[in-house]
């Protein structure tokens, strides 16, 4: 069955200090991977997305991610962090297409001074 | 991107009752999704709402629960039916837009449900 782990329900970094939120997905297809970011009682946010095609993924705020097939994984990193880089953020796979969406457990990014 | 609004932002309400979620998309769209976010929890996807059929629901949500309506290419009605405090969690609708192979998968600001 296919499924998606985030290693680390809580990470702490201290403002401009890397930021790498991990993922690693399961699936019999090759998936397509997502990012989203929710901020406190907003909605979710596209961070960036894998489709087959370059496997180093760039997104907006400064976030990219790279799809390691032999690891299985998509983490998602950015060099520097901001305080407002603080929020909920999930790892999210579709088994190729469109279709329905299978989240992480999430994993809330705390920056601090 | 798409623009998607839900509404109610919130509700509170008694247990028993049954509250009727809506959500709009700015452009047509074919899929449309409804996910459940418990408290402190990630999203769970309840069934996706094709225009001109019915509903599917995954395992473990039920039409008589959540009774969905999707009435046109732009619109979708979620209902949480007679309600228990369990129900309590914010519900998100999403479309998916974009030109074949570039698709994206967009959500709503959620609509955040506690049950008294």
């Known amino acids: 069955a296919q499924s998606v782990t985030q290693l680390g329900s809580h990470v702490s970094v201290s403002e401009g200090a890397l930021v790498l939120l991990r993922c690693n997905y399961s699936?019999?297809?090759?998936?397509?991977l997502f990012w989203y970011v929710q901020y406190p009682n907003q909605g979710l946010q596209l961070l960036l997305k894998?489709?087959?095609?370059?496997?180093l993924v760039k997104g907006i705020n400064g976030f990219e991610a790279e799809f390691k097939k032999s690891e299985t994984s998509f983490h998602l990193t950015k060099p520097s962090a901001h305080m407002s880089d603080a929020a909920e953020y999930f790892c999210?796979?579709?088994?190729?297409?469109?279709?329905?969406?299978?989240f992480g457990a999430g994993t809330r990014l705390a920056v601090h001074p | 991107s798409a623009v998607i609004s839900q509404k109610p932002s919130r509700d509170i309400c008694q247990r028993g009752t049954s509250l009727t979620i809506q959500c709009q998309v700015d452009?047509?769209?074919?899929?449309m999704f409804w996910y459940r976010q418990q408290p402190g929890q990630s999203l769970t996807l309840i069934a996706t709402?094709?225009?001109?059929?019915?509903?599917?629901?995954e395992s473990g949500f039920v039409i008589d629960k959540f009774p969905i309506s999707r009435p046109n290419l732009t619109f979708s009605t979620l209902t949480v039916s007679n309600m228990s405090p369990e129900d309590s969690s914010i519900y998100l609708c999403?479309?998916?837009?974009?030109?074949?192979?570039?698709?994206?998968?967009?959500f709503g600001p959620g609509t955040r449900l506690l049950v008294l």
């Open positions: 999210a796979s579709t088994s190729g297409g469109y279709n329905k969406l299978i």
């Open positions: 699936s019999s297809v090759p998936p397509y």
């Open positions: 894998y489709t087959s095609a370059a496997t």
């Open positions: 452009s047509q769209v074919t899929m």
């Open positions: 709402a094709n225009q001109g059929s019915e509903a599917t629901y």
């Open positions: 999403s479309a998916v837009l974009g030109l074949a192979g570039a698709e994206t998968q967009y």
